[in-house]
T-cell receptor
Framework: GEDVEQSLFLSVREGDSSVINCTYT??????LYWYKQEPGAGLQLLTY?????DMKQDQRLTVLLNKKDKHLSLRIADTQTGDSAIYFC???????????FGTGTRLKVLA | ETGVTQTPRHLVMGMTNKKSLKCEQH?????MYWYKQSAKKPLELMFV???????ENNSVPSRFSPECPNSSHLFLHLHTLQPEDSALYLC???????????FGPGTRLTVT
């Protein structure tokens, strides 16, 4: 079956890089997304990548995809206290209406 | 207004009440979604609408009834809810089904 897994917590110091990891299971072509959720808010789309890509960079965010291991990571450079939030990985197999979300990784940035 | 808006932001209702949640998107998107977010559980996709037609219903109890009168508006009608239905209900839209989603702020529902 389809499943998206993430570690539950990550703690980093301000100014360091954060790396949030995710594994997915769908074997067909798929879109992979990263969302951020702050307390009391909805999910904010950060970036996304198609499964035929290896990497995508957008300002402080870098997404790396290891297709062989079905492993996706989100790297946040120069992490700030405002980056403290829950980060969700999600996949949507191409040509379907399905979206499968992970349980989210709570990132805590220490000043 | 820009993006995706939801009203009300908070709702407390008894098990015998009937209420509706409203979602509006100002992005010109063709697809809209309802999700349920409960503590310590993955986000659950409830309903998917594409061009006002329901295309996905993920085994949601009939006490939840969606309505999509046009591509900008989505409703979730609630009746005879249970305490376990208490959750954050999120609406999202996307340019097409399967595309990147843009979420509203959610309605925090408490069933007493």
């Amino acid at each position: 079956g389809e499943d998206v897994e993430q570690s539950l917590f990550l703690s980093v110091r301000e100014g360091d890089s954060s790396v949030i990891n995710c594994t997915y299971t769908d074997s067909s072509s798929t879109y992979l997304y990263w969302y951020k959720q702050e307390p009391g808010a909805g999910l904010q789309l950060l970036t996304y990548i198609f499964s035929n890509m290896d990497m995508k960079q957008d300002q402080r965010l870098t997404v790396l995809l290891n297709k062989k291991d079905k492993h996706l990571s989100l790297r946040i450079a120069d992490t700030q206290t405002g980056d403290s939030a829950i980060y969700f990985c999600a996949e949507s197999p191409s040509g379907t209406y399905k979206y499968i979300f992970g349980t989210g990784t709570r990132l805590k940035v220490l000043a | 207004e820009t993006g995706v808006t939801q009203t009300p932001r908070h709702l407390v209702m008894g098990m015998t009440n009937k209420k509706s949640l409203k979602c509006e998107q100002h992005l010109g998107h063709n697809a809209m979604y309802w999700y349920k977010q409960s503590a310590k559980k993955p986000l659950e996709l409830m309903f998917v609408y594409s061009l006002e037609e329901r295309v996905e219903n993920n085994s949601v109890p009939s006490r939840f009834s969606p309505e999509c009168p046009n591509s900008s508006h989505l409703f979730l009608h609630l009746h005879t809810l249970q305490p376990e239905d208490s959750a954050l209900y999120l609406c999202a839209s996307s340019p097409r089904t399967g595309g990147e989603q843009y979420f509203g702020p959610g309605t925090r529902l408490t069933v007493t």
